[in-house]
């Protein structure tokens, strides 16, 4: 199966360990990875903060990008998330409303893509230690993923997974809410964090890096001892 | 009071949200309590999305046929002895019901809880004609002698605890029991029951109006509403005129959709309805009724993309998942309507100009959305609510502006992407230690003063792949 990585520009720049996880996890299990060099960013940050014109600049660039491409995959909801919303925001345009639903059509997260189109549950991966998941908003309430995480880190040998507290609620990132708002949005990472140290758990796992970052960046400004990865890394591990 | 209920700048209003750990707690325990009683109607019914489904079909029929069904219903209202009022505006509103209450030269008015009465201000109006008002629903009555607003449009007094409770009864009723609720409503039961007695005007709000038969329809579960519209001989209610169903059926399903988003409950405790007066032959009834129908400002959503917003049932799902309003309060948001729908309906009601943070107090994380009962798109209209305020009412940040062309121009140019995130890791390194950046300069400063942000990689994704690919080509 042919598989156009969709980076995110994220995982691009700050946390590019998330993309060669990607990237080995899909050709172990068979496909054939691509990267079209001409993707940059979903667009989210401009679309998001009110800015409609300049991210359909972005979205655009994104549409171009991967016009050939059979599927596309990325490493977080959010960002996936916004990929389908493209058919909502280009209807009824005559030149890109066809290239919208296009790209929307054949995007999916790498959770999603590996359950629900490969059909894979197990992939044989081994990682020792107790997880907690956080489920990010975009990837649950935009992408209605719900079960493939859980039902992926389950099959990891040596997973001990527990659940997190009030898990459903919104870690307080939302892009440049978290800037703007940041006072609120620090009570809602403060109210993560601690949500996380009621597991016990050592590793944070969650499906979108900038969730992550928020609530690992705060747990390491509290001097809390909890690692956060990418579920890619879970499960592009084995000892 | 108005729709505005603070001249506080915004971030004060958030800083004292924030700063209130009483307030915090007890919202955090009724949103626990408020979250798993939804889930578990919704679970029990098996088929919720369904349910939503024709929530929404209901809502966006009569929406739609909105002039033909207020007509329906005033001729039906009319046809019952009732007067039918629309008031183009508040002002309008309360000018009409002062004029009764003048004229029936009444001293003491009761009132049922509703939220389109303080969104017009109409303890005020009638304190003007000299007429004493008495809120009867128990959270209401408990701000009423506290001085204190709602911060809850379902659950009033949801920001105060049973000790706080206590000390107001205390202060200002002369109350000597414990902070046991039981006693506590006991005691209101009492005092109320004087009230009722006592009163000569009743007014109501009204959950929804029935087109089909003029009735107007209160869901309580302290039996309120039955004891206003009960005692007093004079009834006047006041509804938002997008509170309107066809016929009863509909008046079912969706009674039915709130009390279960609402609150957790299959059934709410009354449903009390009051079609007209009393006529010949009829044993029951006021002698005199009035319905004032209130647009202010609902009629200009009608037809524009946010005319679902005209949906909301005013159940308030939409809040008690909301994670912003469970930090902050219903204060902070300076609208008698909080939470999401709140961010969405005051800009629309009262303008942009007193409200323009509302639609950023949202991480877009899409819970209201999801629980709403009649699926309002709320976190798609925040969304558009910022859309506006950038582009039609110019009042977005310069500095943001200007990132948001830089953005632009880097996201549709793959190589000054490439470039800039090459970049990205030199450019912050002298923030950067051990990996990390713990003050940060321009946008990363707001990230900052709460958490961590890792220096970029030391590579990007796209060179490592880069080399990857020579690497195999050799
Ligand atoms: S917007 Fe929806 S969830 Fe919120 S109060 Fe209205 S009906 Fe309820």
Redesign the pocket.
């Known amino acids: 199966m042919k598989v156009s990585l969709f980076i995110t520009c994220m995982c691009d720049i700050i946390t590019s360990n998330v993309g060669k996880d990607t990237v080995e996890l899909l050709e172990r299990l068979g496909c054939e990875v691509d990267f079209p060099d001409a993707q940059t960013c979903c667009g989210q940050p401009a679309f998001t903060s009110g800015y409609l014109e300049e991210s359909k600049k972005a979205m655009k660039q994104m549409m171009r990008a991967f016009k050939d491409s059979e599927f596309v995959v990325g490493p977080s909801g959010s960002c996936v998330g916004m990929l389908r919303e493209y058919p909502k925001i280009f209807a009824g345009d005559p030149e890109w409303e066809k290239e919208a639903n296009n790209l929307a059509a054949k995007s999916y997260e790498i959770t999603q893509f590996l359950v629900d189109v490969l059909g894979v549950t197990d992939i044989g991966s081994t990682f020792k230690g107790k997880v907690t998941y956080h489920p990010s908003c975009h990837m649950t309430r935009i992408l209605g993923i719900r079960d493939a995480p859980y039902t992926l880190l389950k099959h990891v040998q040596g997973v001990d997974l527990i659940e997190l507290p009030i898990k459903e609620d919104c870690c307080g990132f939302g892009g440049t809410f978290a800037v703007k708002n940041s006072v609120i949005s620090g009570e809602m990472v403060k109210e993560k964090s601690l949500h996380v140290s009621e597991t016990g758990a050592e590793y944070l796992v969650g499906g979108d890096m900038a969730c992550l970052l928020n609530i690992g960046g705060r747990m390491t400004r509290e001097g809390k001892n909890v690692k956060i990865a990418h579920i890619t890394e879970i499960l592009n591990h084995h000892q | 009071m108005s729709i505005k209920i603070s001249n506080a700048p915004y971030n004060e209003r958030v800083q004292e949200g924030v700063k209130n750990d009483f307030m915090r707690k007890a919202v955090a325990s009724a949103q626990g309590r408020f979250r798993s009683g939804r889930q578990k109607q919704a679970d029990e019914l098996g088929n919720w999305e369904d349910w939503r489904t024709l929530g929404e079909e209901i809502r966006t029929h009569t929406l739609r046929n909105i002039d033909y069904y207020l007509e329906i219903l005033s001729e039906n209202v009319s046809k019952r002895g009732g007067n039918v009022f629309f008031a183009k505006t508040a002002e309008e509103a309360n000018e009409y019901i002062q004029h009764i209450i003048k004229k029936k030269n009444a001293k003491k008015v009761v009132k049922s809880k509703s939220m389109v009465t303080e969104e017009i201000g109409l303890n005020d109006a009638l304190a003007e004609v000299g007429a004493e008002v008495v809120e009867s629903d128990l959270g209401e009555w408990i701000l009423q002698l506290d001085e204190d607003l709602p911060s809850h ?1 379902v659950t009033p007094a949801l920001h105060k605890n049973k000790e706080q409770v206590r000390e107001t009864f205390a202060v200002k009723k002369g109350y000597e029991q414990s902070d046991k609720p039981e006693e506590l409503a006991s005691f209101a039961r009492q005092q109320l029951r004087q009230e009722f007695l006592a009163a000569d005007v009743g007014i109501t709000g009204c959950n929804f109006a029935v087109a089909e038969s003029g009735a107007v329809t209160f869901v309580t579960n302290e039996g309120n509403a039955r004891m206003v519209t009960t005692i007093p001989d004079t009834q006047i209610s006041v509804m938002g005129m997008e509170r309107i169903v066809p016929t009863w059926e509909e008046l079912d399903i969706l009674v039915s959709l709130l009390t279960r ?1 609402a609150v957790g409950q299959k059934l709410t405790s009354y449903i009390t309805s009051i079609t007209g007066t009393r006529l010949e032959g009829e044993s029951d009834g006021p002698e005199e009724y009035h319905l004032v129908i209130v647009d202010n400002g609902r009629s200009k959503i009608l037809g524009t993309e946010f005319q679902s917003a005209l949906h ?8 008690n998942v909301c994670p912003v309003y469970r930090h902050v309060g219903g204060h902070a948001y300076g609208s008698i309507y909080p939470g ?2 709140g961010a969405v309906i005051t800009p629309l009601l009262d303008g942009y100009e007193d409200h323009k943070e509302l639609p950023y107090a949202s991480s877009l994380c899409g819970a ?1 959305t999801e ?4 699926k ?1 798109p ?1 976190h798609e209209q925040l969304i558009r609510h910022r859309q506006i305020i950038v582009e039609r009412e110019n009042k977005g940040n310069k500095m943001e502006k200007l990132a948001m062309k830089g953005f632009a121009k880097w996201a549709s140019s793959p190589a000054a992407y490439k470039l800039s995130a090459a970049a990205a890791r030199p450019a912050l390194q002298p923030w950067s230690k051990n990996e990390m950046i713990k003050s940060g300069p321009g946008p990363l400063k707001g990230w900052t003063i709460n958490r961590d942000f890792p220096a970029p990689a030391k590579q990007t994704f796209r060179s490592w792949y880069k080399n990857r690919q020579k690497g195999r080509e050799v």
């Open positions: 449009i988003a909301c049932i005013r159940c308030a799902a939409c809040i999401p729908i209201c629980v709403c009962p009649v309002i709320l």
